[in-house]
């Protein structure tokens, strides 16, 4: 099946600092989702983004599926910003529907 | 709009004993819904996912079984737990189209003692 890679595993920032963090996968892809799960455990959707590029407040993020990599740019980070970060890509599963693989996550910490 | 709901939010259950999760979407029509679910530490891995009533589609071999008796339910079972079913258990659910995002609920954390 598809592999999903996130780097870098752990990040530590002060607060104030910019990220990026970054997804590679094997394949060609349908789909691609950033989520942030927050220490209680919900899975926020951040982008919808099989390609190109999307931004949202402080956070924007790339795709560029000819290359088989997302980028998720996080700038002037908070202390609300931390949780571990999830790429996920969807892949066809027939019967109208696919499934997401998930990348094992980047866990930040911003600190004060 | 669209809402998903999941509960309960959070279960202890012995090893051996049965379990039913109830996960409903609310605004949308025949959503296609998955079940996932999160060993500590871990990304998430798909369990089930299902396009329709009746219709359940299952990845990975496992002691757990789920079921869609009507359009926006989804319920995810076992006969008898093991120590193995622990972790966290999310929803999900999307329109029923290609290449459209998930949208999670916010899970059941399960502890098997």
């Known amino acids: 099946g598809i592999q999903v890679e996130q780097s870098p595993p752990d990040l530590i920032l002060q607060e104030g600092a910019n990220s990026t963090l970054r997804c590679n996968f094997s394949?060609?892809?349908?789909?691609l989702q950033w989520f942030h799960q927050n220490p209680w455990g919900q899975l926020i959707n951040l982008f919808y983004i099989p390609s190109g590029t999307k931004q949202n407040g402080r956070l924007s993020a790339t795709t560029v599926a000819t290359e088989r990599y997302s980028l998720l740019y996080i700038s002037s980070s908070q202390t609300t910003d931390s949780g571990v970060y999830f790429c996920a890509v969807g892949t066809d599963s027939g019967a109208g529907s696919y499934q997401l693989t998930f990348g094992k996550g980047t866990k930040l910490s911003v600190i004060p | 709009s669209q809402t998903i709901h999941q509960w309960p939010a959070t279960l202890v259950q012995p090893v051996g004993s049965p379990l039913s999760l109830e996960c409903t979407v609310e605004g949308t029509s025949n959503p296609n819904l998955y079940w996932y679910r999160q060993a500590a530490g871990r990304g998430l891995q798909l369990l089930f996912y299902?396009?329709?009533?009746?219709?359940i589609s299952s990845e990975v071999p496992q002691n757990l079984s789920a079921s869609r008796p009507q359009d926006r339910q989804f319920i995810l079972s076992s006969k008898k737990l093991l120590l193995s079913d622990s972790g966290f258990y999310l929803c999900a659910w999307s329109v029923p189209q290609y290449n459209q995002p998930q949208h999670f609920g916010d899970g059941t954390r399960l502890s098997i003692l």
């Open positions: 394949d060609s892809v349908n789909n």
């Open positions: 299902s396009v329709g009533i009746g219709q």
